[in-house]
């Protein structure tokens, strides 16, 4: 009862007390404290992680009573708290003397995944990750080990907070400050690709001197692409120097300036009218964009693409991804684009077409698209037609109808244009119009003989009349002259 009673005082008085570490057990160490077993959890042995509890069995140290449960006779006893309250005092001690950029001895006491604890001697700080080298870092355990001590550099501190961030990497000298005087634009250095984002690849060519590839600057290719496709950490690549600023320690590079560039032999390599296989990159509602060799793009204008045809949008010909055969129609050096054509590799039909669907000419045609303003009609030889809603009407008066197979007549034919007008109703309008005009024929002819009989009578008639008075007028002229 007196230990209790001795137990109680100490909790309430905030009191230090001895006690006696008898042996380990679950979470912590079971402490004797006036005969009375108490229990000290891990956590509250030290200010610092606990790698080994074995070695404190047998020890006696100072406790303070932290937590006593009456209702089951249950003491917690806590060395910690004797030592953050002397750490306390120190913290402040300490702070109160840091300086910027004063260097101090420190003990690595924790490694996280962000940087390093370091321990100054009673008051911690932090190695960020990113201040732990020039170069880049993965993992802070690449650089420091557990325990080892090192010297850190004061970067900032907060009196209020007791936050403290230190520097290793500020120790050394800046690697841009050992670059070559010698380095200059236009020169090719050797690196290891350390990171790489979809923007472009960073190329470590020394330990803490790193350049940026943009992706713009891995082909000569125009398609957007993603630096992956190019590059993979750890590689090793070659690159030309683009721009060098050692003020600001930035460097651009380029690996497609490592081969020519294509368009510099554009002309002789796609000379106008030859022939080349293309890859199919993309559809616009006007054309094919096509991809000869990397960096070599061209359009195909869909009205290239057939010669008889109606494309309504590219992807009705060919698709992405797939080979087409082009010919080179005209070159664009300087916007580095080329016209091609697919349907310049065949000869043009329209010259055929021109010799059989000659106008007045009648074909045996199918409506394939029927519409407002009129019909699309199907000819021989893959050629299609179009015909208004007037020229659709049937004999019976009725109207054409889809899948109708019909005879059409050409009333119009354009080459340049690659026109073919059909009729339905002139076909038959044509045939009424020759029986009419031959019937009326036939009827001249018939009442030809009447006609020329009374014709004659009528100029037989007139002559003798006009005689008869010309006689009487003479006759009277000769009386006058008598006279």
Same mark, same amino acid.
């Given at each position: 009862?007196?230990?209790?009673?001795?137990?109680?005082?100490?909790?309430?008085?905030?009191?230090?007390?001895?006690?006696?570490?008898?042996?380990?057990?679950?979470?912590?160490?079971?402490?004797? *404290? @006036?005969?009375?077993?108490?229990?000290?959890?891990?956590?509250?042995?030290?200010?610092?992680?606990?790698?080994?509890?074995?070695?404190?069995?047998?020890?006696?140290?100072?406790?303070?009573?932290?937590?006593?449960?009456?209702?089951?006779?249950?003491?917690?006893?806590?060395?910690?708290?004797?030592?953050?309250?002397?750490?306390?005092?120190?913290?402040?001690?300490?702070?109160?003397?840091?300086?910027?950029?004063?260097?101090?001895?420190?003990? *690595?006491?924790?490694?996280?995944?962000?940087?390093?604890?370091?321990?100054?001697?009673?008051?911690?700080?932090?190695?960020?990750?990113?201040?732990?080298?020039?170069?880049?870092?993965?993992?802070?355990?690449?650089? *420091?080990?557990?325990?080892?001590?090192?010297?850190?550099?004061?970067?900032? @501190?907060?009196?209020?907070?007791?936050?403290?961030?230190?520097?290793?990497?500020?120790?050394?000298?800046?690697?841009?400050?050992?670059?070559?005087?010698?380095?200059?634009?236009?020169?090719?250095?050797?690196?290891?690709? *350390?990171?790489?984002?979809?923007?472009?690849?960073?190329?470590?060519?020394?330990?803490?001197?790193?350049?940026?590839?943009?992706?713009?600057?891995?082909?000569?290719?125009?398609?957007?692409?993603?630096?992956?496709?190019?590059?993979?950490?750890?590689?090793?690549?070659?690159?030309?120097?683009?721009?060098?600023?050692?003020?600001?320690?930035?460097?651009?590079?380029?690996?497609?300036?490592?081969?020519?560039?294509?368009?510099?032999?554009?002309?002789?390599?796609?000379?106008?009218?030859?022939?080349?296989?293309?890859?199919?990159?993309? @559809?616009?509602?006007?054309?094919?964009?096509?991809?000869?060799?990397?960096?070599?793009?061209?359009?195909?204008?869909?009205?290239?693409?057939?010669?008889?045809?109606?494309?309504?949008?590219?992807?009705?010909?060919?698709?992405?991804?797939?080979?087409?055969?082009?010919?080179?129609?005209?070159?664009?050096?300087?916007?580095?684009?080329?016209?091609?054509?697919?349907?310049?590799?065949?000869?043009?039909?329209?010259?055929?077409?021109?010799?059989? @669907?000659?106008?007045?000419?009648?074909?045996?045609?199918?409506?394939?698209?029927?519409?407002?303003?009129?019909?699309?009609?199907?000819?021989?030889?893959?050629?299609?037609?179009?015909?208004?809603?007037?020229?659709?009407?049937?004999?019976?008066?009725?109207?054409?109808?889809?899948?109708?197979?019909?005879?059409?007549?050409?009333?119009?034919?354009?080459?340049?244009?690659?026109?073919?007008?059909?009729?339905?109703?002139?076909?038959?309008?044509?045939?009424?119009?020759?029986?009419?005009?031959?019937?009326?024929?036939?009827?001249?002819?018939?009442?030809?003989?009447?006609?020329?009989?009374?014709?004659?009578?009528?100029?037989?008639?007139?002559?003798?009349?006009?005689?008869?008075?010309?006689?009487?007028?003479?006759?009277?002229?000769?009386?006058?002259?008598?006279?």
């Amino acid at each position: 009862m007196r230990s209790w009673d001795r137990v109680n005082s100490a909790l309430e008085n905030d009191e230090i007390i001895t006690g006696f570490i008898k042996c380990r057990t679950k979470g912590g160490m079971i402490v004797d *404290v @006036f005969g009375i077993e108490a229990f000290l959890p891990g956590s509250q042995i030290d200010v610092k992680p606990i790698r080994d509890y074995d070695i404190y069995v047998g020890k006696t140290m100072e406790f303070k009573v932290v937590k006593i449960n009456h209702e089951f006779r249950n003491v917690v006893v806590s060395h910690k708290a004797l030592i953050e309250a002397e750490l306390e005092q120190q913290k402040k001690d300490i702070i109160s003397k840091l300086e910027k950029g004063q260097v101090l001895e420190g003990t *690595v006491k924790n490694i996280t995944s962000y940087g390093v604890f370091i321990d100054l001697g009673g008051v911690d700080g932090l190695i960020h990750i990113t201040d732990l080298s020039w170069g880049r870092v993965a993992h802070p355990n690449e650089i *420091v080990q557990l325990d080892e001590k090192i010297n850190v550099v004061i970067l900032d @501190f907060d009196d209020e907070k007791k936050r403290i961030a230190l520097g290793l990497k500020q120790l050394a000298s800046h690697p841009w400050d050992n670059v070559s005087a010698d380095l200059k634009v236009g020169d090719v250095v050797k690196g290891k690709v *350390v990171v790489i984002a979809d923007y472009g690849a960073f190329i470590e060519i020394a330990p803490g001197v790193e350049g940026l590839i943009h992706v713009s600057e891995m082909s000569w290719s125009q398609h957007l692409r993603s630096a992956q496709d190019f590059l993979k950490v750890g590689e090793e690549v070659e690159a030309t120097i683009l721009t060098l600023d050692r003020d600001e320690h930035k460097m651009s590079l380029g690996i497609k300036q490592m081969k020519n560039d294509p368009w510099s032999l554009i002309e002789s390599k796609y000379t106008i009218g030859t022939a080349h296989t293309a890859k199919v990159r993309n @559809f616009t509602n006007f054309g094919v964009f096509v991809e000869i060799e990397e960096g070599v793009d061209g359009l195909i204008h869909i009205s290239d693409l057939s010669w008889t045809k109606k494309i309504k949008h590219p992807s009705e010909f060919t698709s992405i991804g797939s080979e087409i055969e082009v010919q080179v129609l005209d070159i664009d050096k300087e916007n580095r684009r080329l016209s091609l054509g697919h349907k310049q590799l065949e000869e043009n039909p329209w010259d055929v077409f021109e010799t059989i @669907f000659t106008v007045d000419s009648i074909h045996e045609g199918t409506v394939i698209d029927l519409f407002d303003k009129g019909a699309v009609i199907s000819l021989p030889y893959g050629v299609e037609g179009f015909a208004t809603p007037r020229h659709l009407v049937k004999e019976d008066g009725s109207h054409v109808k889809m899948d109708e197979k019909l005879e059409f007549k050409v009333i119009e034919f354009s080459k340049s244009a690659k026109r073919i007008i059909l009729s339905h109703s002139r076909v038959y309008e044509d045939v009424k119009k020759t029986e009419d005009t031959a019937k009326k024929k036939a009827a001249t002819k018939q009442n030809a003989p009447k006609s020329v009989k009374t014709v004659k009578d009528n100029i037989e008639k007139t002559t003798l009349g006009d005689i008869s008075e010309l006689a009487a007028l003479r006759t009277q002229m000769e009386e006058n002259e008598k006279k």
